[in-house]
């Protein structure tokens, strides 16, 4: 579906995380030329979606597939694009390894970097290394429309987990002020509606990683704690059953960042505060 006059976005069904249940694909489409930014599972009936929309268009020449980070809801997809379309898949170094596993045979044809651009038409694409919910995540920024692709590290309902294996709740709450910074007038999140209050929005994923934080602290004042009764305490009830492993990997997020601080220390498999 047509979001903006440069931006379309097709949600394909993907194996994620509840209370989604589908990944958006986005293309961006100007003067005949058009960027992909990531593609979902691997799954050919999303595959043959995206390029059926494509057509649909005209003659548009994709200039590249871009993908925002290795998860396999957004990046093991490109291997079927890539079948049909012929053109470049990137993303930024960090995340190289683990993509190039899922699209085999293929490989990344180059890095993208902070502050690269990429030329769609008259549009440029500014490419932000946006680390947090993992080491290389990308997020995209066009100015003509002030409309940032955001990847995980905004999505359309409710917040993202960071933690392991490569997740870092300090560097994602850094990214996270520099997007405030941008100041954009519309999110296109990866997963999930157009967010038309990104500042709102933001400020919420902040206010809750940072609550987080203290609802810990306040747990680990009265004894010390293990991840597992730590995630019971704050999660159960909550969240689905079916991602408590993620809420689990949260806890430990905020753990490591609060171990980096030394705020807490670990002693054996149990949490507490510093004195």
Known sequence: ??????????PVTTPTLFPAVSTNVYLIVDQSEAVIVDA?????ASAQAIVSYLQSLGEVAVKGIVLTHHHKDHSPGAKRLVEQLQCPIVCHPF?????EEQIHPYSITSPLEDGDTLQVGDVALLILHAP???????????????LLFTGDNVVGEGT??????????TDYLSTLRRLQTLDPAIIAPGHGDMIRNPQEKIQFVIQRRLEREQQIIRLLTDQPLTVAELTELIYQGQ???SVMWVAERTVIGHLDKLM????VRQLGQHFQLMQ
């Open 40 to 44: 979902g599972y691997d799954d050919p």
């Open 1 to 10: 579906m047509r979001e903006t006059r440069y931006v379309h976005r097709l």
């Open 239 to 241: 969240v689905h059953p």
């Open 160 to 169: 993202t987990w960071i933690g392991p294996p490569d997740g870092n709740l």
């Open 132 to 146: 947090g919910h993992t080491r290389g995540h990308l997020n995209l920024w066009l100015e003509q429309e002030r």
């Open 95 to 99: 995340e190289t390894e683990s993509i």
């Open 260 to 263: 980096s601080e030394s705020k």
